[in-house]
T-cell receptor, first 109, second 115 residues
Framework: GQNIDQPTEMTATEGAIVQINCTYQTSGFNGLFWYQQHAGEAPTFLSYNVLDGLEEKGRFSSFLSRSKGYSYLLLKELQMKDSASYLCAVSNSNYQLIWGAGTKLIIKP | IAGITQAPTSQILAAGRRMTLRCTQDMRHNAMYWYRQDLGLGLRLIHYSNTAGTTGKGEVPDGYSVSRANTDDFPLTLASAVPSQTSVYFC??????????????FGAGSRLTVL
């Protein structure tokens, strides 16, 4: 079967750094996405990785290792507004998106 | 503001009733999707459409139907609602369903409760 695993919930402190991991098993691979979803709102696109390595975008970075079926989202200089759920999704060989259940990130002052 | 509009925002309905969730986009995207989101589960694809006039079944299509008469509109119909269809429904769109970076734009969601 196809599945995406990510931690259910994480807690971090304002100003700190947090790493949210995602492991996947899919039939084929055409890229990995991270989306942010604030409570009661729609998911919004954060990042896309298709090649191994780190993609940096301001305070957010995303890493991919295709051989390990592993990705992480790194959030630096955490702000209260970063409290949200972070969704990992993989595009498989049919370009179908397989979604993880999301990681709820709680930021404490 | 360009984007996706969903209606209604929330709805409570009795089991057995028919319900249509509306979705309209103004970005001229070719592909559109309907997902449901349930606590503890990832987004699950119900139906999708590659382009106007075509539709396809996703992971959990049973009990739902869609139509795509034009580029902008992609309504989702529950012919006879059941309590297990209680969920938050998201409509989404993208430039294409294959190739390239298929970034989805989501609507604000429709919260449906079936009693």
């Amino acid at each position: 079967g196809q599945n995406i695993d990510q931690p259910t919930e994480m807690t971090a402190t304002e100003g700190a750094i947090v790493q949210i991991n995602c492991t996947y098993q899919t039939s084929g691979f055409n890229g990995l996405f991270w989306y942010q979803q604030h409570a009661g709102e729609a998911p919004t696109f954060l990042s896309y990785n298709v090649l191994d390595g780190l993609e940096e975008k301001g305070r957010f970075s995303s890493f991919l290792s295709r051989s390990k079926g592993y990705s992480y989202l790194l959030l630096k200089e955490l702000q209260m507004k970063d409290s949200a759920s972070y969704l990992c999704a993989v595009s498989n060989s049919n370009y179908q998106l397989i979604w993880g259940a999301g990681t709820k990130l709680i930021i404490k002052p | 503001i360009a984007g996706i509009t969903q209606a209604p925002t929330s709805q409570i309905l009795a089991a057995g009733r028919r319900m249509t969730l509306r979705c309209t986009q103004d970005m001229r995207h070719n592909a559109m999707y309907w997902y449901r989101q349930d606590l503890g589960l990832g987004l699950r694809l119900i139906h999708y459409s590659n382009t106007a006039g075509t539709t396809g079944k996703g992971e959990v299509p049973d009990g739902y139907s869609v139509s795509r008469a034009n580029t902008d509109d992609f309504p989702l119909t529950l012919a006879s609602a059941v309590p297990s269809q209680t969920s938050v429904y998201f409509c989404a769109s993208s430039d294409s369903i294959q190739g390239g970076v298929n970034v989805l734009t989501f609507g604000a969601g429709s919260r449906l409760t079936v009693l």
